[in-house]
């Protein structure tokens, strides 16, 4: 069996999710010999069930500013270093072509995650690579210029040791799915920094008040999330009423910030109007003779339409003309500029990442290399780097793994 590749340097990797899978797949190129450890007894759990079962893979519209993180400037050069073209030329190499939709949103051309994770897993038996699955990493440490790994198969529990060590753990979103945080308190011993993990990309409770009137109705929402009168983000997209408060993208994008603020009094602004632009403007002007439902039945369900009226106590019959100037301010600023109570989000449970673990300054951007602790790489959602929906969380847990997997095959075949 060993004659098969030439393994001149053993390499770990905690975790075989997004990133653990595409740095073991990178780092194994070159021969080394590389072992992939998860808790769970399959690869990728959690790369099964994104963007609904069809694995939302990347975006077209990647930038820095996309991204929450400590450092837009290290984001910058992560993105130069791993670009959306990287990542397409990557997944084409496995025998994964993509097709977008017209937003930019990248999904593998199969249209299934399973497809996806099948194919990742051939790739990596293929590669060499040794998959020691169902088994959990409890702790790690430093043992001369390696790293040794311990895992609990069996009495007294295993330990190996490794030249290079990824940790690719993921955070604490989704625990059931397999990442649960366990290991951030043995990156805080090695002298790392852990920024504390919240919910991010989750639904958000609101105290709706007569607005639970709109239940199950869906909008595309300019929204944004507000300490008293600062502003601590804004998003747009799509959004639905619940029984408890609001989910999808348009409030997701946003969660993080609600959740690391616990106690504040916070608030949503919703512009419901953000999104026709002049049309709005044009349909909503005083000369228009149509009756004001109708108007607003042109944009949103009936239901909404009548709801919005009665917020702002104008009969569903009467025309823009034969408003008040105070009614007509009393419309624009219901459909403008709504603001209802935040109370919390849906906790780690139900969200699609979590905020939090090791700030990005602590890694290099073009390798993922500790800058504290060398031949140890960090990657994935164990930065505490968060992006919206839409494919761009993915494609920082693939890129920051190919980066540390080439990095790691560059040394492996020098
Ligand atoms: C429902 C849902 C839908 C999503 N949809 C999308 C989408 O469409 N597009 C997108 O960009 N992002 C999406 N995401 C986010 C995306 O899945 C994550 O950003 C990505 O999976 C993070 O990859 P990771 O490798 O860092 O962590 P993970 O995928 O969480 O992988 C970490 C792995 O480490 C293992 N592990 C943890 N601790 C140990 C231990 N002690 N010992 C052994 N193994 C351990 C875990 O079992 C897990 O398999 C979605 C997330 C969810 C929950």
Redesign the pocket.
Known sequence: MLSKYNFSMDIGI???????IFAALTAARSGAHVTL????AEIG???L???SGR???TNAALSPEKYSCADQSWMQAFLQAFPLQALLAELDALGIPTHHSDDGWYYPLSDSAHSVVDILRQALLARGVELRLS????DYWQQGRGFVVRFPSGEPARTQSFDRLVV????K??PA????G??FPTLARLGHTVVPLVPA?GPLTLSLGAWKALQGLRFDVKTGIWAGDELLGESFGNLIFTAWGMNGPGVMNLSHLAARQPGEKLSLSLDFGAVFGQEWERRLAKDNPTALKAVLEAFFPPKAAEFFLAQARIPPEARMRELSRAQAQQLSSILREARLPITGTKGFGQS??SAGGVPVGEVDARTCQSRLVPGLYL????LDVV?PC????????FGS?CLAGRHLASLSAG
């Open positions: 905690i975790g075989a999710g997004a990133s653990g450890f998860d808790h769970n759990k959690k790369l069930v994104t963007g694995c939302n893979l088994t959990q990493v409890v690719a753990a993921g955070g979103a989704y799915l397999g990442s649960r366990e290991l990309l699609q990442v990657v994935g959602e164990t992006g839409g494919g761009f969380n993915l494609h920082f847990a793994g």
